[in-house]
């Protein structure tokens, strides 16, 4: 039992020396050696009898062996020799993998007595892989009209070596667009990015191909390829671009999985599908791809697996934002892990001021004070609002904050602020409340009312309804409430003799404006006038505007018959040789309508007619003609009625009566019409007596003439002719016979009349018209035709 005892205590000194020499030993310098990679099995490292200072055979007497971390021995010792050896062939890429330098740790273990050394063992890397593209084929399409200058990161080739033996330089083969330039990541990698050097032109070139060689810093370098295909995009499409180039973002450890980092935006200019963008992760490794989730839609990045901040205290995550045009933009997105702070700094209001009237100097909108129940730097704290708002934060006291406002506001431009106060504290990470608060900006009557236009121009029809809806202005007030509302009024006119306040009215409340009689468009075919808008504020404002009222007109006139006279006297009678041409001229029906445009237009058609068939009317110009040869069985007297319509709708009319005469010979007494005598038959007999009376004196005059006609036929042998015309001596000379335009004819017209003499019938001789000139002179060209009257004609004298 005793023996037991000792013996338990003697193992437990053993045990407490062994904790004693290795607790000394690892405080101690380890001892370090080196082998290059690659090297054979069984391959010579060290003496490690010499370098502990122990004879060759203390080694293998202490009981001398190695041990490391996982019992993996990648060394032997060899106690006889005392020799280091390699035990394989050591790998420093499956050791280390891209950890440099890469170091095995390993113990030496002595017994009797014990003794424990640390010792490391670095295997240096040789230039034994070469750089791989991991994809060798890599498509990129450019813009033809991207400036020089434009730079297009490639995807960067991989080698698994590491120091000067991993990628040290890109180049691609020589050509007249592009160059590359060799870019280093915050992790050391290098990336290739291509340069554009001159513009390109997809009709001169439509397609590039390049070699793209990445080179390591290995002695003799090693070399890797890749084919960059570029596609020149001929259509001028807008590449996405990102709202900002980088992005940095500090998300703790602790962080739940789906939890969203950041939301990355772009914008293209492009619409339609040219402006639909997708966004992905750009030459991510599969770490960065295991561990983040970008949707490619609205660009969040979110947490995909568990974080470690003592495995990885940094991402560099590239997000490619590519639109359907195949262009794209890219943006950089640093995420710091950061170790966890579990308390959130405190915001406490202590006066809030929720309206500020506008154009109001500096005003304090609220204070507040901060807090945090953390300590040191963890319960630091700052305080920020958004940069984009008129509003300023100003420490007063310790943990103390003032919101004022930076300068007068504006309330038409904003009218309501949503002020974001953001408190953040020192820790790490760092972590932040957010208090919202809303100001609403009050109204001050600083805008006068507005008209939607300078001038309205309105159409109403005459002869309109009283009180009848004839249109409205309309304006408006950037201002709020009382200071908005308008009262609309008539302004006084510029025009005294304008009756402007029995013509219209205004709707003060709407503007709606009124007629207030029947407008007749024969006496005003317009007015304009001046309506102001005023609103009700303190002190009040106001604008004006004009308004045109065009009266449109209505078909409310019929044609009035100006020739033949339609007075109730005796009916004019036409006198028409028989002897006329179809075509003759008989009268012509001069009406007028005192209405305007189409409603104006007259048109003539003759109703009725004694003979139809006989005589016609042109349905433009009224004029009365002969529509055939007369003959002798036509009946000498001739009733017409023509109708004169205009073109209203409805279209009105008149109508007019026209007697016609058929004579042999002007010298036939006028002989009254059936319809004429009956007529007269009823009217006062002093009227039959006077026209009793003139168709004597008429006759006698006749008479006379004819007698001196005949005296003169006698004396003279031959006709003489006056003006052109050739007379034989002892005929009577021409005479100029006018026929004014104030009847049926549109002009005044002269007609030279001879009378021949030494036939057997005495006639008259109706020569061509001498029509005037705009001087009233009868110019040498009287013998020019006139359409509207034959050359000559004649009647005989009976």
Request: a negative charge; one cysteine or more.
């Amino acid at each position: 039992m005793e023996a037991s005892r000792k013996l338990i205590c003697r193992q437990r000194q053993v045990l407490f020396l062994v904790l004693f020499l290795g607790l000394s030993q690892a405080g101690t310098e380890p001892r370090r050696y080196s082998v290059v990679e690659e090297t054979e099995g069984s391959s010579f490292v060290t003496n490690l009898a010499k370098d502990l200072g122990l004879g060759q055979r203390e080694l293998s007497r202490r009981g001398a062996r190695v041990i490391s971390k996982g019992n993996k021995l990648h060394l032997q010792l060899d106690q006889a020799t005392g020799d280091l050896l390699l035990n394989e062939k050591l790998d420093r890429e499956e050791l280390c993998d891209h950890t440099e330098p890469c170091v095995l740790r390993f113990q030496v273990l002595l017994a009797n007595p014990l003794e424990f050394f640390q010792a490391e063992l670095q295997v240096i890397d040789i230039n034994d892989h070469a750089p791989v593209f991991v994809e060798r084929d890599m498509v990129l399409k450019i813009s033809e009209s991207s400036p020089p200058g434009t730079a297009f990161p490639l995807k960067n080739a991989q080698d698994e070596d590491v120091g000067r033996n991993n990628i040290e330089n890109y180049i691609i083969n020589p050509n007249s667009y592009f160059r590359v330039l060799t870019r280093e990541r915050s992790d050391g990698r290098k990336y290739p990015e291509l340069v554009l050097d001159k513009a390109l032109d997809r009709e001169e070139e439509p397609e590039l191909r390049l070699t793209l060689t990445a080179l390591d810093g290995g002695s003799p370098p090693q070399s890797g390829t890749a084919q960059v295909y570029i596609e020149v995009v001929d259509i001028n499409d807008n590449a996405p671009g990102f709202e900002q180039p980088f992005y940095r973002v500090q998300i703790p450890e602790d962080s739940p999985i789906g939890f969203l980092i950041v939301k990355v935006s772009a914008t293209d200019v492009d619409i339609g599908v040219n402006g639909e963008i997708s966004y992905s992760l750009f030459q991510a490794p599969e770490e960065i791809r295991k561990t983040f989730e970008l949707n490619p839609l609205t660009g969040d990045i979110q947490l995909k697996r568990q974080l470690d901040f003592e495995a990885i205290q940094s991402y560099e995550v590239i997000v490619e934002a590519k639109d359907a045009g195949s262009l794209s933009g890219k943006c950089t997105v640093l995420i710091q892990v950061l170790d966890v702070n579990d308390n959130a700094p405190e915001v406490t209001m202590s006066a809030l001021t929720r309206q500020i009237p506008e154009n109001s100097p500096e005003t304090v909108v609220g204070l507040f004070s901060v807090s945090d129940l953390d300590s040191e730097e963890n319960g630091k704290i700052s305080c920020s609002i958004q940069d984009n708002l008129p509003f300023l934060l100003k420490s007063s006291l310790e943990n103390f904050y003032t919101l004022v406002t930076e300068g007068p506001l504006d309330r038409e431009t904003t009218d309501e602020y949503n002020i974001t106060i953001t408190v953040t504290d020192m820790g790490t990470p760092k972590l932040k409340t957010e208090h919202n608060i809303t100001v609403l900006v009050s109204d001050v009557n600083d805008n006068a009312p507005a008209f939607t236009q300078t001038s309205y121009t309105l159409f109403l029809r005459e002869n309109n309804s009283p009180a009848l809806h004839i249109g409205s202005v309309s304006a408006t007030d950037r201002d709020a409430g009382a200071n908005a509302q308008l009262t609309y009024s008539l302004l006084p006119p510029h025009d005294p003799q304008l009756p402007l306040a029995s013509l219209v009215s205004i709707n003060a409340d709407n503007g709606h404006l009124f007629a207030l009689r029947a407008l007749d468009f024969e006496a005003l075919q317009a007015f304009e006038f001046r309506v102001g808008a005023t609103d009700r504020g303190s002190p009040a404002l106001s604008s004006q505007a004009l308004v045109r009222v065009q009266v449109l007109d209505a078909n409310d006139n019929a044609p009035f018959v100006l020739y033949p006279l339609q007075n109730g006297s005796a009916p004019c009678t036409e006198l028409v040789p028989r002897a006329a041409e179809p075509g003759y001229l008989v009268s012509k029906v001069v009406a007028v309508d005192a209405d305007s445009g189409q409603n104006a237009w007259l048109s003539f058609q003759l109703l009725k007619a004694t003979e139809p068939g006989l005589f016609g009317v042109w349905a433009h110009n009224g004029e009365v003609r002969t529509a055939r040869l007369l003959s002798e069985r036509d009946a000498a007297k001739h009733r017409l009625l023509v109708l004169v319509k205009d073109n209203g709708e409805p279209a009105l009319s008149a109508s007019v009566t026209l007697h016609v005469l058929l004579v042999d010979g002007f010298s036939q007494p006028y002989l009254p019409l059936p319809e004429a005598a009956a007529d007269q038959a009823q009217a006062d007999p002093l009227t039959v007596y006077l026209v009793i009376a003139l168709a004597s004196v008429s006759s006698l005059f006749l008479f006379s003439v004819l007698a001196f006609i005949a005296v003169r036929l006698c004396r003279r042998s031959r006709a003489a002719w006056v003006g052109g015309c050739s007379v034989p001596e002892g005929h009577f000379p021409g005479h100029l016979v006018d026929v004014s335009g104030t009847g049926t004819l549109s002009q005044s017209y002269q007609y030279e009349v001879c009378l021949m003499g030494g036939s057997g019938t005495s006639e008259f001789k109706f020569l061509k018209p001498i029509v005037p000139n705009s001087q009233g002179h009868y110019p040498g060209a009287e013998l020019e035709e006139n359409p509207d009257f034959k050359n000559e004609f004649s009647f005989s004298i009976q």
